[in-house]
């Protein structure tokens, strides 16, 4: 193992993680639900009465995220993403994406951060399922072949 | 009433999403990338999050109504089944295979990139799919 220091960004990093941990613990202890995103988004496909503007609002905030933090944010904090795949792996990866995270009930948000901080046998088990696939995915396509 | 809690908890997550490194692909592939140039700048995602994370579920598990009286939602499902298993196995090859999860790319397409947007569809479409497909089997069953 080769670790990648010229990259390697603990202290944003961990601000950010700090940041996300606050957003969950609000939304548990004010909205009264788990922050998962996967489950947020699927409680719109189809909406139900009722139940369908918090997603809005919340999905509409996390859309000007990137606004927001490209005016204010110091320059050195702003980075331009690299997405490296074509459309087709985009494709498929955005297909199993959306089906893994509906059958298997939450993402990285849901079962990560929230399953793992009210310490749930559950999302340990879809955290460390999900982790492994990804490393494992990781490998095969830059080691393999 | 006026959802300005909900928006607020969405854009401060997306901004913690892009400090973090979360929103750039790149990065969360070289964390994925276990035995090659590693970056182990995620972990501290994680690791961040729950430290924070865990005091609340601790209260909140303690509670049973959220801070204005309102219903509290924790997830009562224990079990551990096939589904949990193979959707999550699911999700991370799609995660390892383009580094997108659906809180960042959601980010990323609001920020205004194509390839993002391509995968929401790709993503919406799967959801959907899935629901569907759910629905037919409920109905064959009963």
């Not at chain 1, 601000?15 to 548990?28: D, K, M, R, W, Y």
């Not at chain 1, 927001?68 to 994406?97: C, H, K, R, W, Y």
């Not at chain 2, 090659?36 to 609340?56: H, T």
């Not at chain 2, 947007?117 to 993503?123: N, R, W």
Request: proline share 4%.
């Amino acid at each position: 193992m080769n670790i990648d220091w010229t990259h390697f960004t603990p202290w944003s990093s961990l601000s950010g993680g700090i940041i996300l941990g606050v957003a969950s613990a609000l939304f548990i202890l004010i909205n009264g639900r788990v922050l998962g995103i996967s489950g947020i988004l699927g409680g719109l496909l189809p909406p139900k009465s009722g139940d369908t503007f918090w997603r809005i609002a919340f999905l509409a905030g996390l859309f000007a995220a990137p606004w927001i933090f490209n005016a204010l944010a110091p320059s050195e904090l702003i980075t331009n993403p690299q997405i490296d795949a074509d459309t087709v792996l985009l494709v498929i990866a955005g297909l199993l994406v959306g089906i893994g995270t509906r059958y298997g009930s939450g993402c990285t948000s849901g079962h990560g951060v929230c399953g793992l901080s009210r310490m749930s046998p559950r999302s340990l088990v879809a955290t460390v399922s999900f982790m492994a696939s990804g490393f494992l995915t990781v490998y095969l396509a830059r080691h393999l072949f | 009433m006026l959802r300005v809690f909900e928006f607020l908890a969405g854009l401060l997550f997306g901004l913690g999403l892009i400090l973090s490194g979360m929103t750039n692909p790149a990065k969360v592939l070289s964390f994925l990338d276990l035995f090659g140039q590693w970056d182990p700048s995620l972990a501290f995602v994680m690791g961040g999050a729950i430290l924070v994370g865990i005091f609340a579920f601790t209260l909140a598990k303690k509670r049973t109504t959220n801070f204005f009286g309102g219903a509290l939602h924790l997830p009562k499902a224990s079990h551990i089944d096939k589904r949990l298993v193979i959707g999550s196995l699911m999700f991370g090859v799609g995660w390892g295979l383009a580094g997108f999860c659906p809180g960042p790319v959601l980010v990323s397409m609001a920020a205004g990139h194509e390839k993002a947007l391509i995968f929401v569809i790709a993503m919406l479409i799967g959801m959907v799919g899935f629901e569907i497909a759910e629905r037919t089997m409920r109905n064959k069953k009963a």
